[in-house]
């Protein structure tokens, strides 16, 4: 496996060194380099530390794995490929994201999966084990995110505005949601098992990952959201 020491390299330095690179690679040393591996096809690549803002950005095929947190727009306009961070995460990851998968085993900051879409088989897909900040699922127009929030201590799964113009796509929050005010234009149910077929894929490769137990996991109420309105926008600009 190639190794590339990121300690004194900027992030262009670093990323034209990994580019130089064939195969897996491990890079060790990681403080806050932006871009790592955007665009990058077919490959894994190992962090250790922190990578900053827009890791995997339009990624096309790699498969990331962060020992460690991770900066803002983590899988920005991904298209394929996986992202995989073992604690925490920034604002805005999964950006407008059209396929791949991202999976975080803590928290996620504001905004993440805002503008999710999706195209025939392309689905992209955002889990997130910890709690998820402000306007979740912000102007979601595909794909399906899912909040665990495993570890919580009693916050809430998810914080002020999720599902602001959300117009497609599916929401799971493992949680009855009963303190959360979602907004008009979306319907939220609690989960039957038919709707827990449709993530349980997810799950299970979140607990491989994680070495979580899945029957634990999957043992507490699930609440789904799904777009109620064909118009999601309308009650923003017309008086009723």
Known sequence: MNCIDAKNLDFAELNKALR???GDCQITGCLGQRFIAAGMGKRNIFIE?????????YLNGAELRVKGNAQDAVGDTM?????????NIGDAAGYAMRGGRIYVKGNAGYRAGIHMKEYREKIPVLVIGGTAGSFLGEYQAGG????????????PI??????????????YLRSDCRDIRFPSQVHARHAEPEDIKHISEYI??????????????LDFPFTVVSPDSRNPYKQMYVAN
């Open 158 to 171: 998810v914080s002020n505005f999720p599902c602001t113009g959300m117009h497609g796509g599916k929401m």
């Open 204 to 217: 299970s490769e979140y607990c491989l990952l994680f070495g979580y137990d899945k029957n634990k996991i």
């Open 49 to 57: 530390g922190t990578p900053g803002n827009a890791l995997g950005a």
């Open 144 to 155: 399906i995110i899912v909040v665990l929030g495993l570890n919580s201590h009693d916050k």
């Open 79 to 87: 298209n394929d490929g996986c992202i995989i961070v073992d604690g």
């Open 20 to 22: 130089n690179t064939e």
